[in-house]
């Protein structure tokens, strides 16, 4: 009998502590949503919300890892709602303070999700977009055994990435998608610790979910742990008519349980009698406990069981990801426990003085880390002083610069599109052999070849912890692809799953930070499926990893592949995206200065560049490179310094206009050859037409906005790049703003300084055909530039093509 274990005098101490601090955790949680709600006057009159059943379903479970199993080197991904049970933990072990709970969900305060970039505390990975935070620690792991397979992070020994997760999130098909890929490449220090509670945000999921679950995780190489029964319910089942009391309850329908845990001892007993009328012996159980005792009993699952889970914790498996199964009650050790409705419940004042009173804490006492606790103080301090997961400090870690000087001085000539040169700046990256082709890692949901990482795939090899050589290359099969697989391989190779590449680029991105190794990531995909990535790229963003993607290729320049992947609104998602800054070059020497230029961005942190009115420069961030497959004659010209920066800035005059020049052609992206065309055509008759090159406009629109807001704050000179450029124009011509993109990705330059805007652009899509053929169609052509001059100018134009 499980329950019979002796337990060490010195560890009868440990969980009578660890009992005292889930108390506390549950206590301080509670009270930090409570305060924030009740006694924080914020104005508006709106209440502030907390999930505290959601919170509690995670206390114990929580406590045994913080204040026992983890250690330094582990990572955790706490779920959304868990965040105040995360900050009490904190506080608890001196990590937050008081300030910072009394603001929850406030501004500059704890946030309402644990978050990485906007929490003051330690937080591993950000959550709240359900799914992401739980596949993150998956491709994390994966990213450790990458950094120790190269023999670096010496000093941080490789630890456990762990997701805390909700049962719900579980319903989110990234994590199926992810757990494919984690089998792929042979996943093992990773921990899913699943609350199973049986309730999602709206209701009770259905019962027995729990089986298949296990059957999915087993299949995919997991070891399943399921955490059921707590040991008073064990102690139980060994008496005389205990199993019958066992298998009442693995017969219980989720809905009926849950009930009866919120209704409360009287109510279990009810049913329990009715039940099991015929079997005396499972009565006499029942009535040895009065209702408290037989709610307890009943209610004692193992995620709310320090012993159970410390137990199946510290049994655990090394050699292969561990998935618990955690039977949880939602909102346990609260008045609103079980019921179904309680996901977004709040407890009333009369409610929390209740559970105050429970906990043996005095009024004003309410915040003492240690007020009501049973245990001497002095005990409890001493034991905290004592956690493991405390020892090294701050986790927080940073990987040293890496030096660009090996980047590759290129010339191009010819016919060349981005795509082609962003293979090119890689493979003489890799052909260069320094420590910046030492610290780039490539990878691709199954488009490598295609999007031209091909070149550099073969230099630098794919990676994989086994070593396997290219069966084709040993059998002498010519392929221009020599993918021999090894650990020291730089590219990571991924199933066709979008979701996971931004995960990956994600986990990469953080290495610095989370193994103190610093990687420079790059990813690539075609530019129409980031939509099918969006919300991981964007939860990248979030917790500001670094990386730098290509999606290529883009627009209707990939005609004849299909009208169903042309991209459009992919230039507006680049603009609006925190954290990425964008890049639409026409021509490969523009992408060589920005390749440059992004492998430094990708690094910065806060305050180290000059440049105040531009926050995101001081700072850094991801960035993506939209690219393309058509070949375009490239310039021959020498990149000055001041091109340089406007490149980088985003724009540049290719061809300036006249002071008295009443129209000007912008163009962004593989539209060139059609803006320059159509500029040389209206040169005939209208005087000094000017050729504005973007290439991102994003930043120019980025510099725009930080410009406005320095001269806000009273700094009359702040002027943005695009101001300057479009200084050089009179107030009455015209711009001519034309992409392969959406329109407005550039139709807002007309309000930099008030010039009449025609915008051309796609706005529909589906269309095969050459690209020719499509830039007609859609009106992208020389022709459909010259009419839309026409239009904006009032006369017509003396030539067109034919
Ligand atoms: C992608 C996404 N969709 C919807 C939500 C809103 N939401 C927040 S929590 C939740 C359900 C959570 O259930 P579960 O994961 O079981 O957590 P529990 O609160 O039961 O512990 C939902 C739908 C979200 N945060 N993210
Ligand atoms: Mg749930």
Not at 279 to 306: K, S, V, W, Y
Not at 639 to 659: A, C, F, H, S, V
Not at 670 to 686: F, H, K, M, N, Y
Request: some cysteine; proline content about 4%.
């Amino acid at each position: 009998m499980e329950g019979a274990r002796m337990i060490p005098a010195d560890e009868a101490t440990n969980l009578a502590i660890l009992r005292e601090l889930e108390r506390k955790v549950l206590w301080i949680s509670s009270y930090m949503i409570h305060y924030a709600n009740h006694e924080v006057d914020r104005g508006d009159g709106l209440k502030v919300g907390g999930h505290q059943a959601s919170s509690a379903s995670l206390v114990t479970l929580m406590t045994a890892l913080y204040f026992r199993v983890l250690r330094p080197q582990d990572r955790v991904a706490v779920k959304p709602h868990a965040s105040p049970v995360f900050h009490a933990i904190q506080y608890l072990l001196g990590h937050q303070s008081l300030d910072q709970l009394q603001n929850f969900r406030g501004f500059g305060g704890t946030q309402s999700y644990p978050s990485r970039t906007k929490d003051k505390d330690d937080v591993d990975f950000s959550t709240g977009s359900v799914g992401l935070g739980v596949a993150v620690t998956g491709f994390a792991s994966l990213v450790q055994d990458y950094v120790h397979a190269k023999g670096w992070s010496k000093e941080w020994p490789k630890g456990r990435m762990i997701s805390l997760m909700g049962d719900a999130e579980l319903d989110e098909g990234n994590i199926h998608e992810a757990l494919l890929e984690y089998w792929k490449h042979g996943l093992k220090n990773c921990w899913w610790v699943i609350d199973y509670n049986r309730q999602s945000l709206d209701s009770v999921v259905s019962d027995r979910l729990f089986m298949k679950l296990a059957g999915l995780f087993e299949n995919l190489g997991w070891k399943v742990v399921l955490i059921k029964y707590g040991k008073l319910l064990q102690r139980a089942f060994a008496e005389p008519g205990g199993q019958r009391l066992k298998e009442w309850i693995d017969d219980c329908p989720n809905m009926l349980y849950s009930a009866l845990v919120f209704q409360g001892g009287a109510a279990w007993r009810r049913q329990l009698e009715q039940d099991l009328a015929i079997h005396p012996d499972t009565l006499a159980i029942l009535r040895r406990h009065d209702d408290e005792a037989l709610a307890q009993l009943m209610t004692n699952l193992g995620g709310h069981d320090l012993e159970a889970i410390i137990e199946a914790f510290e049994g655990a498996p090394s050699d292969q990801p561990v998935c618990f199964i955690a039977y949880t009650i939602k909102g346990f050790g609260l008045p609103f426990q079980g019921h179904k409705d309680n996901h977004a419940g709040l407890m009333t004042k009369a409610q929390i003085d209740a559970l105050r009173v429970r906990e043996g804490i005095n009024q004003g006492e309410e915040w003492d880390r240690l007020a009501g606790v049973r245990v001497a103080a002095s005990k409890i301090e001493d034991y905290l002083a004592r956690v493991p997961f405390r020892q090294k400090g701050a986790r927080r870690l940073q990987g040293p610069r890496i030096a660009l000087d090996t980047f590759p001085k290129l010339e191009w000539k010819g016919q060349l599109a981005t795509q082609s040169g962003f293979g090119r700046v890689l493979d003489e990256i890799a052909r260069a052999n320094g420590p910046l082709a030492e610290r780039i890692v490539t990878t691709s949901p199954d488009v490598t070849v295609s999007t031209n990482l091909g070149a550099w795939v073969n230099r630098r090899g794919l990676f994989s912890l086994a070593s396997q050589e290219d069966l084709f290359r040993e059998r002498g099969l010519m392929s221009p692809q020599r993918w021999a697989l090894s650990p020291k391989g730089q590219h990571i190779e991924l199933g066709i799953a979008e979701m996971n590449l931004f995960l990956m680029l994600a986990a990469l991105g953080l290495s610095h930070s989370l193994f103190g190794e610093r990687l420079l990531p790059v990813g690539t995909l075609y530019d129409p499926f980031i939509c099918r990535g969006l919300d991981a790229l964007n939860y990248a963003c979030y917790q500001d990893a670094r990386f730098i993607v290509a999606g290529t290729p883009s627009g209707l320049t990939l005609a004849p592949e299909g009208g169903a992947h042309q991209s459009i609104s992919t230039p507006l998602i680049g603009m609006a995206q925190d954290g990425l800054a964008s890049f639409e070059p026409a021509y490969a020497d523009e992408l060589a200065v920005i390749m440059e230029w992004a492998f430094d961005y990708i690094q910065r942190q806060a305050a180290e560049h000059g440049d105040h009115r531009w926050q995101r420069d001081e700072q850094g961030g991801s960035v993506y490179l939209r690219l393309s497959t058509r070949p375009l004659e490239q310039p021959t010209r020498t990149i000055t310094p001041e091109l340089r920066q406007g490149i980088i800035d985003g724009g540049y005059w290719l061809r300036r206009p006249d002071p008295a020049a009443e129209l000007a052609i912008v163009y962004c992206g593989a539209v060139a050859p059609e803006a320059i065309a159509a500029a040389g055509l209206l040169s005939e008759d209208r005087r000094g037409v000017g050729v504005l090159a973007v290439t991102s406009a994003d930043r120019l629109s980025a510099g725009w906005h930080a410009a406005q807001r320095a001269k806000d704050e009273g700094d009359r000179a702040a002027r943005a790049r695009v101001e300057d450029l479009l200084g050089g124009l009179s107030r009455d011509a015209a711009l001519l703003t034309v992409m392969d993109g959406y329109p407005e990705a550039l139709s807002w330059l007309g309000g930099v300084r008030g010039h009449r805007v025609r915008a051309l652009g796609v706005e529909h899509f589906g269309q095969s055909g050459s690209i020719g053929e499509l830039y007609g169609h859609y009106g992208l052509d020389v022709n459909a530039i010259l009419a839309a001059a026409e239009g904006i100018s009032g006369r017509p134009v003396r030539y067109r093509v034919q």
